[in-house]
């Protein structure tokens, strides 16, 4: 069965960078893309990128050009998400989702990672 | 960026009843649209996609419809599992994919 398997919370001082992880199982990882999705509490749902597993092109939510960098490695099925240059207000669950299309975003999304809490707070 | 609105934001109703959520994008979005159930704590459930298409596993009481600028997610009779936040999600436009604010279904 497909699963996506997040790393663990953190918690992060304003101006530091964060990486979360998403292994992916039970699937050909390169023959999909990763989704980024954060979501704020008590708050809705942000989308904030793609990467192909195929072959990494990425696209990014403008609002995150500059700060933010997808990456995965094909050998051990993992996406990963960066973040650089923390602010409170990235304070977020961050969420990877599997997308159906592995050479452009379909931007929907059948199975997603449990969630990383990232806290922002000096 | 394409705006995505959700009426109502808040939405009491019985087990039983029949509930309609509506989607409204700021332009054309074709049928570029997904539809999610999430529950506190817990990750976001793909219900409907292509605006109309019911996700596998996914119960025959939700269905979809709409297009271009209108949607909307129907639950035909209300169960106890129902009652969570709704999320419409436009995918026509990369710059970028943008959910809606969430409709919250709670007991009434």
């Known amino acids: 069965q497909v699963q996506l398997v997040q790393s663990g919370a953190e918690v992060k001082k304003p101006g530091a960078s964060v990486k979360v992880s998403c292994k992916a199982s039970g699937y050909t990882f390169t023959s999909y893309g990763i989704s980024w999705v954060r979501q704020a509490p008590g708050q809705g749902l942000e989308w904030m990128g793609w990467?192909?597993?195929?072959?990494?092109?990425?696209n990014y939510a403008q609002k995150l050009q500059g700060r933010v960098t997808m990456t995965t490695d094909t050998s051990t099925s993992t996406a990963y998400m960066e973040l650089r240059s923390l602010r409170s207000d990235d304070t977020a669950v961050y969420y990877c989702?599997?997308?159906?299309?592995?050479?452009?975003?379909?931007?929907?999304?059948?199975?997603w990672g449990q969630g990383t809490l990232v806290t922002v707070s000096s | 960026d394409i705006q995505m609105t959700q009426s109502p934001s808040t939405l009491s109703a019985s087990v039983g009843d029949r509930v309609t959520i509506t989607c409204r994008a700021s332009q054309s979005i074709s049928s570029w649209l997904a539809w999610y159930q999430q529950k506190p704590g817990k990750a976001p459930k793909l219900l409907i996609y292509k605006a109309s298409s019911l996700e596998s596993g996914v119960p025959s009481r939700f269905s979809g419809s709409g297009s271009g600028t209108e949607f909307t997610l129907t639950i035909s009779s209300l169960q106890p599992d129902d009652f969570a936040t709704y999320y419409c999600q436009q995918y026509n436009s990369y710059s970028p994919f943008t959910f809606g604010p969430g409709t919250k279904v709670d007991i009434k």
């Open positions: 990467i192909s597993a195929y072959n990494g092109n990425t």
């Open positions: 989702a599997r997308d159906p299309q592995a050479l452009y975003s379909s931007g929907w999304y059948g199975y």
